[in-house]
């Protein structure tokens, strides 16, 4: 289902996987949440290069509450299993996020202006009759964002994103 010509929602199988995680907090301003994401991947980075971890998909971050309150959100590295246990490292921990039958939208471009595609994104559930207000979202939770490419080595025009909405 195309929205528009750069916005595409496809519904997909998303699989279960073994992720390195952490559990985060910070107020929704994106400054704010870009810092936090990216205080929690250094963080997640260190406890797969001690545990000798090998990421297998891309890396996420997980919503599962957003408002003016404030955002939860668990930041997660799909791992391949580990033939050991490993064990948690203070507030990281190794366990299976779960797989979902999902509607996955495509935000081509920089981080910053993923809120204008979330904003769309509201107005293309109101248009399909899936959400009466923003306050529908709470329906699609948790919503997650997987980051396709590295923002170290990939120009921002070229930053591919995929936001789904699990439809569980």
């Given at each position: 289902?195309?929205?528009?010509?750069?916005?595409?929602?496809?519904?997909?199988?998303?699989?279960?996987?073994?992720?390195?995680?952490?559990?985060?907090?910070?107020?929704?301003?994106?400054?704010?949440i870009?810092?936090?994401?990216?205080?929690?991947?250094?963080?997640?980075?260190?406890?797969?290069?001690?545990?000798?971890?090998?990421?297998?998909?891309?890396?996420?971050?997980?919503y599962?509450?957003f408002?003016?309150?404030?955002?939860?959100?668990?930041?997660?590295?799909?791992?391949?299993?580990?033939?050991?246990?490993?064990?948690?490292?203070?507030?990281?921990?190794?366990?299976?996020?779960?797989?979902?039958?999902?509607?996955r939208?495509?935000?081509?471009?920089?981080?910053?202006?993923?809120?204008?595609?979330y904003?769309?994104?509201?107005?293309?559930?109101?248009?399909?009759?899936?959400?009466?207000?923003?306050?529908?979202?709470?329906?699609?939770?948790?919503?997650?964002?997987?980051?396709?490419?590295?923002?170290?080595?990939?120009?921002?025009?070229?930053?591919?994103?995929?936001?789904?909405?699990?439809?569980?």
């Amino acid at each position: 289902m195309t929205i528009t010509d750069t916005l595409v929602a496809t519904r997909t199988e998303v699989p279960p996987v073994t992720a390195a995680q952490l559990d985060c907090a910070c107020p929704p301003d994106p400054a704010a949440i870009s810092a936090e994401m990216g205080r929690a991947f250094a963080v997640l980075g260190e406890f797969i290069g001690r545990n000798r971890l090998q990421p297998n998909a891309p890396p996420r971050a997980i919503y599962t509450a957003f408002g003016q309150e404030g955002v939860k959100l668990t930041v997660a590295m799909p791992v391949a299993a580990p033939a050991a246990p490993v064990p948690a490292s203070g507030p990281v921990r190794l366990g299976l996020l779960p797989g979902a039958h999902t509607l996955r939208f495509t935000h081509r471009g920089p981080y910053r202006e993923l809120m204008g595609t979330y904003g769309r994104i509201t107005g293309w559930l109101k248009t399909e009759g899936l959400i009466d207000d923003d306050a529908g979202w709470v329906r699609f939770m948790p919503t997650w964002e997987e980051y396709q490419n590295d923002p170290r080595t990939t120009p921002e025009a070229d930053l591919v994103t995929h936001i789904h909405l699990p439809m569980d």
